[in-house]
């Protein structure tokens, strides 16, 4: 918005000048006053202002990070919290302690509904045999010198899974694994007929068998034929006990035990007896004799691991982010002189961008009033003047202008848009010219 002023006109000046400094009033005692030196700068200064250094301090540092390393402190504490709860306890194979697919607690679950005592232990040393049910899951991790105990003890019922050539040598004598013979020795785990007359199997029909397969012998019975062997065989090694071989214990676990037969055999194999003894290898020991260690690393779980690879990546990316530069590299803050024109413009294209249509209107009507007024004689209160006592005034100046029109342009409503705003800095312009020359 342009505006003639009359008087003589006066050299441009910048938007922000330094202020001078204060002329020097030290004189000789009774003599002249010295003029007036020219206003001091300081030193290396062309134009008088002090020179800031762009070299970051410790506060400003402080500024910057804090957030970065509030932000990473919160994450170690998330990790260290997520760590300390171990909510993701992972338990072997057919484990009976274990609620994944892979466990057996529903098993043990529908024992203990049934009425029976089931146990967990990972000693067999000095355990009496009587007349209970005992689960061997693992029996090719025992010792020789277990074996020759388990063999002795003469437990009622002895349930094998999977078992190896040594640990039926010495606990099944005359049952084979099937390849001896020249079968196969392994067969799918999959739904199978039972084919035999074993009460346990008869009652339970169908169920999910497989895995290793073994020959019966002359004094064993096989359940569940798959070729050339057996999946299940139970053995009598004495008056009272029996030894149940399975390739597999797929059937037991949580995943399948709800299929076909497997929950009704696996309750007539395992809860014949009174109470089960359910044998854990303790896995530890194993490992410790075996002279594996683990590291720091084992104990991380994967996703921890890829989380700390993409984290990485992250705070790399973000470091090439943060160290691009946009121009060349200055060591100070250098003075500079901005045009008023330049700084109304960005002005008025911040006014654009938030679309403050009202805020730009009443920029541009306080500051036609603010020049109106000293030009109508019209006193300044504040540095603002008196709206009735504005536009009477204007109104005495151009009489042939509406009174509603002037209050409206002067103290109307904020426009609707972009056209509306033109159209009100057009009519204040053209208002300013007429009040200066009627």
């Not at 019922?157 to 050539?165: A, N, T």
């Not at 990485?312 to 590299?329: D, E, N, S």
């Not at 009443?362 to 020049?371: E, G, S």
Request: glycine share 10%; proline share 10%.
């Amino acid at each position: 918005m342009t505006t003639t002023t009359p008087g003589p006109a006066l050299p441009p000046q910048p938007a922000e000048a330094p202020a001078p400094a204060a002329p020097s009033a030290a004189a000789a005692p009774g003599g002249p006053a010295a003029p007036a030196g020219p206003p001091s700068q300081a030193p290396g200064s062309a134009t008088g202002l002090t020179r800031t250094s762009l070299a970051p301090t410790g506060r400003s540092l402080w500024r910057r990070s804090r957030w970065y390393l509030l932000s990473a402190a919160l994450l170690l504490l998330a990790a260290t919290v997520l760590a300390g709860l171990d909510q993701d306890r992972r338990y072997p194979r057919l484990d009976p302690r274990s609620y994944d697919a892979t466990g057996t607690h529903a098993v043990v679950a529908l024992l203990q509904r049934e009425g029976l005592k089931v146990d967990i232990t990972e000693d067999l040393t000095g355990r009496p045999a009587g007349n209970d049910t005992l689960v061997i899951p693992e029996p090719d991790l025992l010792t020789p010198e277990q074996l020759r105990a388990l063999a002795a003890a003469k437990h009622t019922r002895l349930v094998l899974l999977s078992p190896g050539p040594a640990a039926l040598s010495a606990l099944v004598p005359g049952v084979r694994p099937s390849d001896e013979g020249g079968g196969a020795p392994y067969a799918a785990v999959r739904s199978t007929a039972a084919q035999c007359s074993l009460p346990e199997a008869v009652r339970a029909g169908t169920a999910h068998l497989g895995g290793l397969l073994y020959t019966a012998g002359s004094r064993g019975e096989g359940c569940y034929p798959r070729g050339h062997g057996y999946p299940l065989v139970t053995l009598r090694t004495g008056r009272d006990a029996e030894v149940v071989v399975l390739g597999s214990g797929d059937f037991l676990t949580n995943e399948l035990v709800k299929k076909d037969g497997n929950a009704a055999l696996a309750l007539g194999l395992l809860g014949s007896r009174p109470s089960v003894t359910w044998h854990l290898p303790d896995y530890g020991a194993l490992l410790a004799e075996g002279g594996s260690r683990k590291e720091f690393g084992d104990f991380v779980p994967d996703g921890w691991r890829w989380g700390g690879y993409q984290l990485v990546v992250a705070v790399l990316l973000a470091a090439l982010w943060r160290a691009r530069r946009l121009g060349p590299v200055i060591s100070e803050n250098l003075p500079v002189v901005v045009r008023a024109a330049e700084t109304t413009e960005g002005r008025a294209r911040l006014y654009r961008r938030a679309k403050a249509r009202g805020r730009a209107a009443d920029a541009l009507r306080r500051a036609a009033a603010h020049r109106l007024a000293p030009a109508l004689g019209v006193p300044l209160d504040a540095g603002v003047p008196d709206p009735t006592a504005l536009c009477a005034a204007v109104l005495d100046r151009l009489p042939d202008r509406p009174a509603g029109d002037v209050q409206a342009l002067l103290y109307g409503p904020p426009p609707t848009d972009d056209a509306a705003l033109l159209r009100l800095a057009d009519d204040l312009d053209t208002l300013e010219r007429q009040v200066r020359k009627p």
